[in-house]
């Protein structure tokens, strides 16, 4: 081998093979440590050599090469008590400032285009604001449906299906203030118009918010907009808290608003991808 050649891990002896031109810059050896800190992902207690060579799909002394390498950069590290492993600090760090970038604003939006494009409704994002489920973010179609929310608009808690799912999710403490006032018959200035919903008691809004907690789906027909159906679903954040909503919505008649359609399924899918980008495992 020529001296100015990139060693790879592949190239160590041992190995048993060689590699391409194209590995020769260290492309594989790069993959293959993904593979081994990916190994040390989503565990409880350290894990001993033999699992994350297991979870590496590798023999252990070539884990072993690797993780020895993370310990001393910190990327890893090993408990002394039982000689297991476990990411280190600073794989902590490289996290931290990659969950600090993250904003569901921007996470969120690349899809609203696509599931507008592939069920061919009007698609909504909403976050939690100061007045409640807020609409940040709209991808309307071209047909005849005029949507009468816009980027800024409140929408209630009980009667939008945005604000079911942020009802479901978020702290009672939070979201306590403005479900008692929409129980007695009033909104916040800011809030979209709806119908009174002071003939639900209590029991009834736990009732409908565990509904959404069991489907991670909420749905509503023409409750805030008479002929305007819409279905909404969650998008979690690392910690698993409710950090945006995204909803389809189209006319009576045209969208199927079954949470068990196929409207539904794809909106699930969709939103757990983002939920998943925005490290929500």
């Known amino acids: ?106 996470v969120a939006s690349p899809t609203l285009g696509d599931l507008r494009d592939e069920l061919g409704f009007t698609v909504g994002l909403a976050v939690w604001g100061a007045a409640g489920p807020t609409f940040v973010r709209f991808e309307e179609t071209n047909d005849a449906l005029i949507i009468s929310g816009r980027p800024g608009s409140v929408m209630p808690i009980l009667t939008s299906s945005t604000g079911r799912v942020f009802g479901a999710y978020l702290p009672p403490s939070v979201t306590a203030p403005l479900i008692e006032r929409e129980m007695a018959g009033s909104q916040h200035p800011g809030a979209t118009p709806t119908r009174i ?59 199927d608003t079954r949470l068990d359609g196929p409207v539904a399924s794809t909106l699930a899918a969709r939103a757990e991808e983002v939920s998943r980008r925005m490290g929500w495992a």
Do not use: W
């Open 1 to 106: 081998m020529n001296p100015s050649t990139p060693t790879t891990d592949e190239d160590l002896p041992g190995n048993g093979a060689a590699v391409s031109d194209e590995d020769a810059g260290g492309v594989q050896a790069v993959d293959t440590a993904v593979r081994v800190l990916s190994a040390l992902i989503d565990t409880g207690a350290p894990l001993m050599l033999k699992t994350v060579a297991e979870r590496a799909e590798m023999q252990p002394p070539k884990a072993h090469r690797y993780l020895v390498s993370f310990c001393r950069s910190g990327l890893a590290e090993r408990d002394a008590a039982s000689g297991g492993y476990r990411l280190g600090p600073l794989a902590v760090r490289i996290g931290l400032t990659a969950l600090r970038r993250l904003s569901v604003v921007q």
């Open 197 to 255: 919903a002071s003939r639900m008691s209590k029991p009834d809004v736990e009732a409908l918010f565990e509904e959404v907690r069991r489907h991670k789906l909420a749905r509503v027909q023409g409750d805030v907009n008479p002929g305007l159906h819409g279905i909404s679903a969650p998008i979690f954040d690392h910690a698993g808290a409710v950090v945006g909503v995204i909803t389809v919505m189209g006319s009576a008649g045209l969208i």
